[in-house]
């Protein structure tokens, strides 16, 4: 690099944040837009030298260099090689990663790695709930809370998940660079009468799916009900941005906000297993909670990167029917799971019970 011309350039391409791109791709215009970096590349020349240089010396050596691990290995990602670096170092029963938004290389600087070595009073609520949980393996569930925080809820119910996919170059007009579009979602619901039913939609026609999702999930919604999401951000989020989109369809799609009730933070506040390993995510606590439904029993689809994945392949122009029937059924079985995940959390935090189950045909 230090051999390298004055006048040399580094350059960045990203793409251009307007409505008519895709448009712009059809044409065969760009795209993306040109930003000139060189001189931020450039003044950096020394330190990738010596970064170059201390490898190097690495390369060189016969015996493998000794190396620790710490908060070096997930800055700024995690490395893929801490399993094989971490093998010789001593290994907690109960790891402190168990404990949520744990400061965690401050206690193994002092030599702590295992969470039953660290002092209670060190620890806040959440944190000694966890601890306390882990060392006696027991069950924390206050289930006079969780009861309480569902009582405002009366049947009719919804229970309702979305799967989305994003594009760096986005493929359909009116969309966003890494704009969240939505392509599935499930919903189960109680009647007034607590009979449990479920509906579905999943496009993977490869058009923009967006709008035939705003309207179904319109119709599906009816006009009253709680619509219980886990981590309601995300599907709050998707509906106003649909909400924008189509201003015809906003007085319905955003009233489905209003009635939107998080489970996450009831879960978080109101029951741990051990067995979470101080996670809440549903597919830890579902487990917990019935063990008989497992995402990894799942075919071909167990978590929503997963489902990224399989959409792509599904609106490939290259995937057989028969391919395509198969990822179709795929993403409607894990996608079903998400929400009648949250059915049964319901059930056991509400303790009360369903008539059945029924699926209502995807369209």
């Known amino acids: 690099m230090a051999n390298m011309p004055k006048s040399s350039t580094a ?57 620790t691990t710490g908060p070096h290995c997930d800055q700024p990602y995690s490395c893929g090689f801490y399993d094989y670096c971490s093998k010789d170092e001593p ?54 809370g969780a009861v309480e925080d569902l009582a405002h809820a009366p049947l009719p119910l919804y229970f309702l998940d979305f799967e989305t996919i994003q594009f760096a170059v986005p493929i359909w007009v009116g969309t966003r660079p890494y704009q969240q579009i939505p392509f599935q979602f499930s919903l189960h619901r109680f009647t007034p009468k607590g009979e449990l039913l479920q ?7 490869g058009n923009d799916p967006s709008r035939p999702f705003a309207e179904y999930l319109v119709k599906c919604m009816r006009k009253r009900g709680a619509v219980f999401v886990y981590s309601a951000a995300f599907e709050k989020s998707r509906i106003s941005e649909l909400a924008e989109r189509f201003p015809d369809l906003a007085p319905s799609l955003l009233a489905i906000n209003e009635r939107v009730i ?34 990894d029993a799942l075919e071909g ?52 019970k369903t008539k059945g189950s029924k699926h209502a045909k995807t369209i």
Not at 199 to 205: A, G, P, Q, V
Not at 302 to 326: N, P
Request: aromatic share 10%; with cysteine; proline share 5%.
């Open 11 to 67: 350059r960045l391409e990203h793409p251009k944040t307007c409505q008519a791109l895709f448009q712009l791709f059809l044409q065969g215009r760009a795209v993306t837009k040109e930003v000139d970096l060189g001189v931020e590349t450039f003044a950096r020349g020394e330190e990738v030298k010596s970064w170059i240089q201390a490898a190097q010396i690495v390369i060189q050596q016969q015996v493998e260099p000794i190396a």
């Open 91 to 144: 290994q907690a029963e109960m790891p402190i990663y168990w404990l949520p938004r744990l400061n965690r290389q401050a206690w193994i600087e002092q030599g702590i790695i295992d969470l039953k070595d660290i002092p209670v009073e060190e620890l806040n609520p959440v944190q000694q709930r966890v601890r306390d949980c882990t060392i006696r393996d027991k069950v924390f569930f206050d289930r006079k």
């Open 199 to 205: 509906d579905e939609f999943l496009d993977i026609s």
């Open 262 to 295: 998080d489970l996450l933070p009831i879960a978080r506040n109101r029951y741990y297993h051990p067995s979470q390993h101080g996670s809440w995510s549903i597919k830890k606590v579902l487990p917990a909670v019935a063990p008989e439904l497992r995402y």
């Open 301 to 352: 689809v167990q978590d929503g990167g997963m489902a990224m994945d399989a959409y792509l392949e599904a609106i490939d122009a290259d995937t057989s029917a028969e391919r395509k029937a198969q990822i179709q059924q795929q993403l409607l079985t894990y996608c079903r799971l998400d929400t009648y995940a949250m059915v049964r959390l319901w059930q056991a935090f509400s303790g009360q």
